[in-house]
């Protein structure tokens, strides 16, 4: 079936702008992830989604971070005001649950660039 | 909350040869442990995990090992070939998100 799918894969934009990252989870995944990861980095948990509770926010870098889910489907990230520090891969992952072992697939990014 | 540290932050290994990652993690509670690998320019995947329960998993030339007690669990790649030059991610969940380790960079030298 098919994978994690993210939205634009690449997006180039100025500084001070606002960008929306897109996220189409796998069909039946309750769990839906954001991650950022700059050049040569880890991965930086920003906000974690499962089914219709409230989401765990306590990732995300600044209030110009945020997140939507629309149900148990589509997700989108919002950065407001984007700052050159903001360039970084975003990566969304899925998982049947959020808690115990379940495998997290991720998708393959959105590379921002913020010039 | 979940911490996990990973170490070494970079590996060179000559091909053939056996490769060891090593991650330590704070919350007791923790239950799941996964290796990701993540190929240049390419999303992580899931390599092999292993559950509390478990000491030792492996698949094929891939290890992993577990003691609860210490917290700590490792990664053992065995006949190491130049494709398995790539980043290593460990990670550990418990309630939680999994929490991953900063990374390791493994380089296979032919």
């Known amino acids: 079936g098919a994978g994690v799918s993210q939205s634009p894969s690449n997006k180039v934009t100025e500084k001070g702008k606002d960008v929306e990252l897109r996220c189409d989870p796998i069909?039946?995944?309750?769990?839906l992830y954001w991650y950022r990861q700059r050049l040569g980095q880890g991965l930086e948990f920003l906000i974690y989604?499962?089914?219709?509770?409230?989401?765990?926010k306590s990732g995300l870098p600044s209030d110009r971070f945020s997140a939507e889910r629309t149900g148990e489907s589509v997700s989108t990230l919002t950065i407001q005001r984007t700052q050159q520090e903001d360039s970084a891969v975003y990566l969304c992952?899925?998982?049947?649950?959020?808690?115990?072992?379940?495998?997290?697939?991720f998708g393959p990014g959105t590379r921002l660039t913020v010039l | 909350g979940e911490n996990v540290e990973q170490h070494p932050s970079t590996l060179s290994v000559q091909e053939g040869d056996s490769a060891v990652i090593k991650c330590t993690y704070s919350?007791?509670?923790?239950?799941?442990f996964p290796w990701y690998k993540q190929e240049l320019g390419k999303r992580p995947q899931l390599i092999i995990d292993?559950?509390?329960?478990?000491g030792e998993k492996k698949d094929q030339r891939i290890a992993v090992t577990l003691n609860k007690t210490a917290k700590h669990f490792s990664l053992h790649i065995t006949e190491t070939q130049p494709e398995d030059s790539a980043v290593y991610f460990c990670?550990?969940?418990?309630?939680?998100?999994?929490?991953f380790g900063k990374g390791t960079r493994l380089s296979v030298i032919a």
């Open positions: 992952a899925s998982s049947t649950r959020g808690t115990g072992d379940n495998e997290q697939f």
């Open positions: 069909s039946g995944h309750t769990a």
């Open positions: 989604f499962q089914g219709n509770s409230a989401p765990d």
């Open positions: 919350d007791s509670a923790s239950n799941y």
């Open positions: 292993i559950r509390s329960n478990v």
């Open positions: 990670a550990a969940r418990s309630r939680t998100p999994l929490v």
